[in-house]
T-cell receptor, first 113, second 117 residues
Framework: KQEVTQIPAALSVPEGENLVLNCSFT??????LQWFRQDPGKGLTSLLL?????REQTSGRLNASLDKSSGRSTLYIAASQPGDSATYLC????????????FGKGTKLSVKP | GAVVSQHPSRVICKSGTSVKIECRSL??????MFWYRQFPKQSLMLMAT?????????EQGVEKDKFLINHASLTLSTLTVASAHPEDSSFYIC?????????????FGNGTRLTVT
C-alpha cells in the first residue's frame, strides 16, 4: 500500500530564505507526483506536476524534483515571501489505482517578515 | 485552465438532515471524479471514486449508504451525506480527472466545509 511522508511537518523561516520541503513515497511505481498548496480552510492549488518520466519541473520561484527509484521528491522555494505561508502537500498517483492521488500530511510553512 | 466548481462552500445543518454537495467540471469532461475528506490538521483521505454512468467505488471504511455518490453526467458528480451527524463534520473536496489516461492532471474544487450541529 502506497504511503506518502512529508518532512518536516512544520517549518518557520525568515523572509528571503531559500528552503526545501521533502516528500517520500514507499512504492516507486507511480504515474506522477504533484505538489499542492493549501491555505487555511481553503481548497488546493496545484503548484507542479511531475510525470514519472520527468526529473523536475519549474514554475517561477518553485522547483520540484523527482527521484522515482529512491521514492523521493523535493520542493525548492527560492527567496521565500510571507505570502508563501501555507501548507504544502505532496501526492502521488500509483500504478494499479484508479488514478486517485494519495496525499502526505503536508508541511506547514510560515515565512516571517 | 481547467476549473472545477464545488458548491456549496460552507453548510451548517442540524443532525439528521441530509446534505448534497455538487462538483462540476466547467470546461472539460470528467469521466472520473474523486471525493476526499479532510479532518483538521490531517491530510486528504480518499472516500470514493466516481465514474460517469456507473456505481461509485468506495474506500474501505466509508459507508456507501451514508455517503451517496451520483455521477450522472460527464461534468457533474454529487455527494449526499445522508442523515448527517456531528461526526460527519469535516472538509469535503472533490477532484476531477481531465482526460482518460491515469496520469492525466487532476483538478480540485475549493471544498465544502460541513458543520453538523
Amino acid at each position: 500500500k502506497q504511503e506518502v511522508t512529508q518532512i518536516p511537518a512544520a517549518l518557520s523561516v525568515p523572509e528571503g530564505e531559500n528552503l526545501v520541503l521533502n516528500c517520500s513515497f514507499t512504492d516507486s511505481a507511480i504515474y506522477n507526483l504533484q505538489w499542492f498548496r493549501q491555505d487555511p480552510g481553503k481548497g488546493l492549488t496545484s503548484l507542479l506536476l511531475i510525470q514519472s518520466s520527468q526529473r523536475e519541473q519549474t514554475s517561477g520561484r518553485l522547483n520540484a524534483s523527482l527521484d522515482k527509484s529512491s521514492g523521493r521528491s523535493t520542493l525548492y522555494i527560492a527567496a521565500s515571501q510571507p505570502g508563501d505561508s501555507a501548507t504544502y502537500l505532496c501526492a502521488v498517483v500509483s500504478w494499479g489505482s484508479q488514478g486517485n492521488l494519495i496525499f502526505g500530511k503536508g508541511t506547514k510553512l510560515s515565512v516571517k517578515p | 485552465g481547467a476549473v472545477v466548481s464545488q458548491h456549496p462552500s460552507r453548510v451548517i445543518c442540524k443532525s439528521g438532515t441530509s446534505v448534497k454537495i455538487e462538483c462540476r467540471s466547467l470546461d472539460f469532461q470528467a469521466t472520473t471524479m474523486f471525493w476526499y475528506r479532510q479532518f483538521p490538521k490531517q491530510s486528504l483521505m480518499l472516500m470514493a471514486t466516481s465514474n460517469e454512468g456507473s456505481k461509485a467505488t468506495y474506500e474501505q471504511g466509508v459507508e456507501k449508504d451514508k455517503f451517496l455518490i451520483n455521477h450522472a453526467s460527464l461534468t457533474l458528480s454529487t455527494l449526499t451525506v445522508a442523515s448527517a451527524h456531528p461526526e460527519d463534520s469535516s472538509f469535503y473536496i472533490c477532484s476531477a480527472r481531465q482526460g482518460v489516461p491515469l496520469n492525466s492532471p487532476l483538478h480540485f474544487g475549493n471544498g465544502t466545509r460541513l458543520t453538523v450541529t
